[in-house]
């Protein structure tokens, strides 16, 4: 563990590019130290490394290659670190007028019945000193080890740090599987799902379905679960299908952004978001993740197959996760990304309350 900390610091200190992450429940963290500060981008969907995708669709992702990188794997292990916050971040009453004027056009927007459904979004913004990312990450993962923790760094760009509970997409072989997340309560509410949310949910999981449909067949909707990401709930409907690997850009292309993101019909909310939000989502509600990192399997662990145990297969397997509950650290500030899917049915001002739910997410481990 003291070898992650000292190898992270000496990236960070040679402002070299990095990130370094950690699987739902997993045991171990994965590492790529970039070995320059080039800033290189996604060329095609076959390359192998990690990727980091804007929001903007037209945007190309930044890429960690394999090949340009040393890719390092460490044992997770329980270690001694202060867990108490001690920032804050206040809302002030001209930021909630802000966002609540922006609420309301949305939902009238709504209910004129322009859009299914928005999904909006605010940046809070603070004065902020990070000078030990490693434990950043830590914080991450003691507090949020059902989720995929990371924090990713690039001089040119800055650094970006979150814990997701939301799978954008999974390849395995010819399997693809993804999941509509939507819908927010507090862990400690006493109360059964609204109608709101679960209208809001499956909106998600019907556009998700439907471009899906579009590259493949015999897709897969799983029963709807209630889902727990931290001090938070969510319901989350889990989607699979076989599908052509060769075709798994065009499939991302069609699934980002999701209405669970973005909203509906997309390309129309998508021009809302740009005309009213206010200010560059940047890779917040962009995806990220492995992509054709190589997995080895054995082809039996059986007592009277020892012979074949030599024998092992390399799979390309992709595990991409949508950028929710996250921050970005430039310039001596930290910016805290926050939104909400809107309605016909939704409230001003309980979409204002659940952002600041939502943002205590990053602020536990500021």
């Known amino acids: 563990m003291q070898e992650l900390k000292e190898d992270i610091q000496k990236q960070w200190a040679s402002n070299l590019p990095f990130v370094a992450y950690h699987f739902p429940n997993s045991r171990e963290v994965t590492c790529f130290f970039q070995k320059d500060a080039t800033l290189s981008h996604l060329q095609n969907y076959k390359e192998t490394g990690f990727i980091f995708s804007p929001f903007e669709a037209t945007s190309q992702p930044v890429f960690f290659s394999e090949e340009n990188s040393d890719v390092l794997k460490y044992e997770l292990i329980d270690s001694e670190i202060e867990y108490v916050s001690k920032f804050s971040l206040k809302n002030t009453l001209s930021d909630k007028n802000k966002y609540i004027d922006l609420l309301q056009h949305t939902i009238t927007a709504v209910k004129n019945e322009e859009y299914k459904k928005v999904v909006v979004s605010r940046v809070m913004t603070e004065d902020y000193t990070l000078e030990n990312p490693e434990e950043l990450l830590l914080k991450l993962i003691h507090f949020y080890p059902e989720a995929f923790t990371y924090i990713w760094f690039h001089p040119e760009i800055g650094l970006w ?206």
């Open 161 to 366: 740090a979150g814990a997701s509970p939301e799978i954008f997409a999974k390849t395995y072989r010819t399997k693809f599987e993804t999941m509509a997340l939507a819908g927010t309560k507090r862990v400690n509410e006493n109360r059964e799902w609204t109608q709101k949310e679960l209208d809001e949910q499956q909106i998600v999981t019907d556009e998700i379905v439907s471009a899906l449909e579009n590259h493949t067949q015999n897709v897969q909707v799983h029963p709807r679960i209630t889902d727990r990401a931290g001090d938070l709930f969510h319901l989350r409907t889990d989607i699979s299908t076989d599908f052509d690997s060769s075709k798994l850009g065009l499939v991302l292309k069609d699934l980002h952004p999701t209405p669970a993101v973005c909203g509906l019909p997309k390309a129309k909310a998508y021009k809302f978001l740009k005309e009213n939000e206010g200010y560059d989502r940047q890779f917040y509600t962009g995806f990220f993740g492995e992509l054709n990192v190589a997995k080895q399997t054995q082809r039996s662990n059986r007592t009277r197959n020892q012979e074949n145990q030599a024998y092992k297969s390399v799979v390309r397997a992709s595990n991409l996760y949508v950028n929710l509950r996250c921050m970005s650290f430039k310039h001596r500030k930290v910016h805290i990304y926050i939104g909400g899917g809107i309605t016909k049915d939704s409230i001003a001002e309980e979409e204002w309350t659940e952002t600041v739910n939502k943002s205590r997410t990053m602020l536990k481990v500021l």
